[in-house]
């Protein structure tokens, strides 16, 4: 009796779209990244036991350790800082301004970055790192 | 008349491009650091209000260099003990223009103790009012 042998079929993945799904993937994550505006500030965040999780807003201003202040992560002196927070607010639509400022900055160099921003209209987001009770 | 020669078909091997996208994904979800900012939100009356009403007795918490000072009396109090005055004033149960808290920073306060001062403040539902520069020379 002969047996006959069976063919074997060599399995063989299709991965020639693999690199068109990597790619897009890559896309994907360059166009939804949202790159760091402040990275050159330099800014010790303040401790509180009451703060929590918040939404990033689209304003921002930062006060760094060496009293420079900072507007959407470009300097600007603090005698313009209403009118361009006034601009940015009508420009976005958006009130709220997340404001990091330095932990060790002295009231004189702050209050008058509150005072600028009571009187731009802007809600104010404090940023800070939460403490442990 | 020669003869046209069929020419070989050369194909571009792809297949490393696959590796080197991934590795791509792979560096940036390596490399890339999610930041979710934690704060608080507070509402700040104007500070254009009007200053008569700043003359008002509010409740005034005087920040002097490292100390914090309560009331009108200005006893010295730690961060804890305003915290605790602060709840004891119930502001929750208060209408918003009786809510309000005076912060009368002065100029040597580093921000990280008028950062706690202000977060205790809201955390009892109170309402901080700035200080004009004319207004603290008054005060």
Not at chain 1, 83 to 98: F, H, P, R
Not at chain 2, 22 to 50: E, H, N, R, W, Y
Not at chain 2, 72 to 92: K, P, W, Y
Request: aromatic share 8%; net charge negative; hydrophobic share 45%.
């Amino acid at each position: 009796m002969s047996v006959r042998r069976r063919k074997r079929v060599k399995a063989i993945v299709p991965t020639a779209s693999f690199a068109d799904i990597a790619f897009l993937l890559n896309i994907f994550f360059m166009v939804t990244s949202n790159f760091i505006k402040e990275g050159h500030i330099e800014v010790k965040q303040p401790h509180s036991p009451e703060i929590e999780a918040m939404k990033e807003s689209q304003i921002s201003v930062a006060l760094d350790k060496d009293g420079e202040l900072w507007l959407q992560g470009k300097p600007c002196p603090v005698a313009v800082l209403e009118e361009g927070v006034k601009t940015l607010i009508a420009e976005l639509g958006d009130k709220t301004v997340m404001l990091k400022i330095d932990k060790d900055t002295r009231q004189e160099k702050f209050g008058p970055v509150f005072l600028a921003l009571s009187r731009a209209g802007a809600e104010l987001a404090l940023i800070g790192q939460k403490e442990k009770e | 008349m020669p003869l046209s020669r069929s020419r070989p078909f050369f194909e571009p091997d792809v297949t490393s491009f696959a590796d080197i996208a991934f590795l791509l994904i792979i560096f940036f979800i390596l490399t890339t650091t999610f930041i979710v900012p934690a704060g608080q939100k507070l509402d700040i009356p104007a500070a254009s209000a009007d200053p008569a009403k700043a003359e008002d007795k509010q409740l005034t918490v005087t920040l002097v260099a490292e100390e914090v000072h309560y009331g009108s009396e200005g006893a010295r109090v730690t961060l804890d003990e305003l915290r605790r005055n602060l709840f004891g004033c119930n502001f929750r149960a208060k209408p918003p223009d009786k809510r309000i808290v005076i912060v009368n920073a002065r100029a040597d306060v580093p921000y990280e103790l008028y950062f706690e001062v202000v977060m205790a403040i809201h955390h009892a539902d109170g309402v901080l009012a700035l200080l004009e520069e004319e207004e603290k020379a008054k005060k």
